[in-house]
């Protein structure tokens, strides 16, 4: 077992150094937040004073900040030179690939391994254990990061060079927030030709307009699993995070010239719903302002 430091004990955070924890590291836990390093210690993780005294005497930094301008100041100001020079960094935060890229680089001139490792899997997941970390970085690198990652997930992918991970985790995003937005606008028309939205689920679900938002995920409640659909729309994945990560693609696709139309739609139609007060509803929501109702 290691000395694990741990910076950032947010919605995500909180749950992943938990389970570092349980796996029964010693998880250095420090947030800005007093409340949330409160509820590490008593998830069995070693509160310290500041970032720079988490990452004393650490085999391993992991950072879950929101963006980032927080991954960058973090990383110039309380990591390099506290964490000791074979500490392997890990940031789990979702940014923009050029910030990663940038971190990364700075990681190496400094002489340090280090790997952007961005999720999939909300709350639940972080508290459950079950995140997929998708990485960039040197092979190195990412072997020395895995075991790590596999304490706190059920699946951990190399993507290939640094910044990758975040390529990868936007790319994701991208296709959930066009595909969630399609989903909705069916079970719509669906209700409008008067096809019972039920029986356009049983027979969508077994046929080509399958996916994940409409088999794992349905914005329709009643149908499927439990979604938050059923939840009038509590929990889930926060329409404020699908909107970040799109925001994120199309800043990505822009810096390299890629044509996203569905992407950028995309953008535009969650921009407009969390405009209007929707932020922290799950962002299968959207189904009420495509339907006219939000
Ligand atoms: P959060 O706001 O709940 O947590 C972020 C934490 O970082 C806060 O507790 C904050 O106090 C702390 N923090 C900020 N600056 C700091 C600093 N300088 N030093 C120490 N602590 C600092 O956010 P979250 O929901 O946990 O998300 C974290 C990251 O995970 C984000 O990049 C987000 O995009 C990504 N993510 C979130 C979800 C989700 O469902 N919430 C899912 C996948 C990925």
Same mark, same amino acid.
């Given at each position: 077992?290691?000395?694990?430091?741990?910076?950032?004990? $947010?919605?995500?955070?909180?749950?992943?150094?938990?389970?570092?924890?349980?796996?029964?590291?010693?998880?250095?836990?420090?947030?800005?937040?007093?409340?949330?390093?409160?509820?590490?210690?008593?998830?069995?993780?070693?509160? @310290?004073?500041?970032?720079?005294?988490?990452?004393? $005497?650490?085999?391993?930094?992991?950072?879950?900040?929101?963006?980032?301008?927080?991954?960058?100041?973090?990383?110039?100001?309380?990591?390099?030179?506290?964490?000791?020079?074979?500490?392997?960094?890990?940031?789990?935060?979702?940014?923009?690939?050029?910030?990663?890229?940038?971190?990364?680089?700075?990681?190496?001139?400094?002489?340090?391994?280090?790997?952007?490792?961005?999720?999939?899997?909300? +709350?639940?997941?972080?508290?459950?254990?079950?995140?997929?970390?998708?990485?960039?970085?040197?092979?190195?690198?990412?072997?020395?990061?895995?075991?790590?990652?596999?304490?706190?997930?059920?699946?951990?992918?190399?993507? $290939?060079?640094?910044?990758?991970?975040?390529?990868?985790?936007?790319?994701?995003?991208?296709?959930?927030?066009?595909?969630? +937005?399609?989903?909705?606008?069916a079970f719509l028309l669906a209700e409008?030709?008067?096809l019972d939205p039920r029986k356009f689920y049983d +027979?969508a679900?077994?046929?080509?307009?399958?996916?994940?938002?409409?088999?794992?995920?349905a914005?329709w409640p009643g149908v499927?699993?439990?979604?938050?659909?059923?939840?009038?729309?509590? $929990?889930?994945?926060?329409?404020?995070?699908?909107?970040?990560?799109?925001?994120?693609?199309?800043?990505?696709?822009?810096?390299?010239?890629?044509?996203?139309?569905?992407?950028?739609?995309?953008?535009?139609?969650?921009?407009?719903?969390?405009?209007?007060?929707?932020?922290?509803?799950?962002?299968?929501?959207?189904?009420?302002?495509?339907?006219? @109702?939000?």
């Amino acid at each position: 077992m290691a000395r694990v430091g741990f910076i950032g004990l $947010g919605n995500m955070g909180g749950g992943m150094a938990a389970n570092l924890a349980g796996k029964g590291h010693d998880v250095c836990a420090f947030d800005l937040s007093e409340e949330a390093l409160e509820r590490a210690g008593a998830a069995g993780c070693l509160p @310290r004073a500041s970032a720079a005294q988490a990452c004393d $005497g650490a085999e391993a930094v992991v950072t879950m900040l929101p963006a980032g301008k927080h991954v960058e100041g973090v990383y110039a100001e309380a990591v390099f030179g506290n964490a000791p020079a074979l500490a392997i960094l890990i940031d789990c935060s979702t940014i923009d690939v050029a910030t990663a890229k940038r971190v990364a680089a700075s990681a190496t001139a400094k002489g340090y391994a280090m790997v952007d490792a961005p999720v999939s899997g909300g +709350i639940a997941a972080a508290n459950a254990g079950t995140l997929t970390f998708m990485v960039g970085g040197a092979t190195e690198a990412f072997d020395r990061a895995e075991p790590f990652l596999k304490d706190m997930g059920k699946a951990v992918i190399h993507a $290939g060079a640094a910044g990758t991970g975040q390529a990868a985790k936007i790319c994701n995003n991208m296709v959930l927030g066009a595909e969630m +937005i399609a989903t909705c606008e069916a079970f719509l028309l669906a209700e409008k030709l008067g096809l019972d939205p039920r029986k356009f689920y049983d +027979i969508a679900s077994v046929s080509s307009g399958q996916s994940w938002s409409l088999t794992s995920y349905a914005p329709w409640p009643g149908v499927g699993p439990e979604t938050p659909a059923d939840r009038d729309y509590q $929990g889930g994945f926060a329409t404020a995070m699908m909107l970040k990560d799109l925001r994120l693609a199309a800043a990505a696709a822009a810096s390299v010239h890629a044509d996203t139309p569905m992407g950028a739609r995309a953008a535009e139609l969650y921009e407009r719903f969390s405009a209007a007060g929707n932020g922290a509803l799950d962002f299968s929501a959207i189904i009420r302002m495509l339907g006219g @109702r939000a």
